[in-house]
């Protein structure tokens, strides 16, 4: 099994910009895809990005497109979600995960999880 670890979080004004980090542990690092899921107070964890294990195929959200870019280092056993354009609707704890299957929408393979990272975006 895979641990994850996800830090970069913090409070930033609507408009503005954070890089979160996912690092991980357990398994060789470049042989399955990464993604980041969300979960803002008293509502479900939804999935926000992933990306394939050698990085060339990302899917995003509806509500990041345009405005978050995932990308990985398999040197750093790294995962990074760029955000951009913030928004008070992006305030939530970010996690990430390896997806069941790497696409769209697709749930967390792991039932267990880090701490997450918080985002909190003022307006």
């Known amino acids: 099994q895979v641990g994850f670890a996800e830090s970069g979080g913090g409070l930033v004004q609507a408009g503005g910009s954070l890089r979160l980090s996912c690092t991980a542990s357990?398994?060789?690092?470049?042989?399955?895809?990464v993604a980041w899921y969300r979960q803002a107070p008293e509502k479900e964890r939804e999935f926000v990005a992933s990306i394939s294990w050698s990085g060339d195929r990302s899917y995003y959200a509806d509500f990041v497109k345009g405005r978050f870019t995932i990308t990985r280092d398999n040197a750093r056993n790294t995962v990074n979600l760029q955000m951009y354009n913030l928004k008070p609707d992006d305030a939530a704890v970010y996690y990430c995960?390896?997806?069941?299957?790497?696409?769209?929408?697709?749930?967390?393979?792991?039932?267990?999880w880090g701490q997450g990272t918080q985002v909190s975006v003022s307006s």
């Open positions: 357990g398994s060789p690092f470049r042989t399955y895809p």
């Open positions: 995960n390896e997806p069941r299957t790497l696409g769209e929408y697709e749930p967390p393979l792991y039932d267990s």
